[in-house]
């Protein structure tokens, strides 16, 4: 097997600005063939001579021939990862975790709940579910923004607006005269959304707070715990359950996770100290 802590080297083959602080890369490889992944899954990226992070793919492996990510500008090696220009290279370990439960929600309905750039993990999931949209059955998108120059994707949200057989909800926590838009917590979409709570796989990501309350808010309506799946957030260094740095309870988060079903952690969410 190859060395997981080994980076094969990846040229940006063109960089896309999508918010303030927020840049899509997309990446090829220097030598040989991208590796397949799933929806939900994650590479390691390394800034020469900055370092290393996590980051989810945010885009479907059946979309292009390489890895594409979404990054903001939060720190050291994601700022570093943000300045990277067309040609420069950079290190790409991976793809390490669990991937979204796509295969196992054919058909059920299927309800995406995404806080802010908790967008970006779940687009390859919901291009997956899109491209087979007859195995499924009602399909929901829900995001929530901060504001409206903080919506992620807008031309995939309108591209997804305009189809008959998807029902696509944006709101933001607050927004000028110009929005015209819904206004309010994601979360609140929920109770209105079109779905069967008894057949219907549920996939949550952003801030862990708002992921809190999405689940609280679907089991409320009558969703199983068990049909509930987050991706979680934590400091992973190692990607191979090795350092610890990630643990989480019982769980390494980049080698159970990140994508978790909520019966597995919900005992968790709610201790402040893990």
């Known amino acids: 097997m190859k060395d997981p802590f080994v980076p094969e080297i990846y040229r940006v083959e063109s960089v896309r600005r999508e918010l303030a602080d927020a840049v899509t890369l997309e990446l090829a490889p220097v030598s040989g063939k991208r590796p397949d992944f799933r929806p939900g899954q994650f590479n390691m990226l390394y800034a020469f001579g900055v370092g290393e992070v996590a980051i989810s793919m945010s885009v479907s492996a059946h979309e292009g021939p390489g890895f594409v990510h979404t990054v903001r500008n939060a720190g050291a090696v994601s700022g570093?990862?943000?300045?990277?220009?067309?040609?420069?290279?950079?290190?790409?370990?991976?793809?390490?975790?669990?991937?979204?439960?796509?295969?196992?929600?054919?058909?059920r309905d299927v309800l995406i709940v995404a806080g802010g750039l908790g967008l970006a993990p779940l687009r390859p999931a919901i291009q997956e579910v899109l491209a087979h949209r007859e195995r499924f059955g009602r399909v929901t998108i829900l995001v929530?923004?901060?504001?409206?120059s903080e919506i992620l994707y807008q031309h995939d949200l309108e591209q997804w607006k305009q189809r008959l057989d998807v029902n696509v909800e944006v709101t933001v926590d607050h927004a000028g005269t110009d929005w015209h838009g819904n206004v309010g917590f994601v979360t609140t979409l929920i109770p209105r959304s079109p779905f069967d709570p008894a057949n219907v796989v549920a996939m949550v990501c952003g801030p862990e707070v708002m992921m809190r309350f999405a689940a609280t808010g679907l089991q409320k309506g009558g969703v199983p715990a068990s049909s509930i799946y987050l991706s979680m957030e934590r400091n992973m260094k190692c990607a191979i359950g090795l350092c610890g740095h990630c643990q989480f309870g019982p769980a390494f988060i980049c080698k159970d996770g990140p994508v978790l079903p909520l019966d597995r952690i919900a005992g968790l969410l709610t201790v402040q100290e893990v």
């Open 80 to 107: 570093a990862l943000a300045r990277l220009e067309p040609g420069s290279t950079l290190g790409v370990r991976g793809p390490f975790g669990t991937g979204w439960p796509v295969a196992e929600a054919e058909g």
């Open 144 to 148: 929530g923004c901060r504001s409206p």
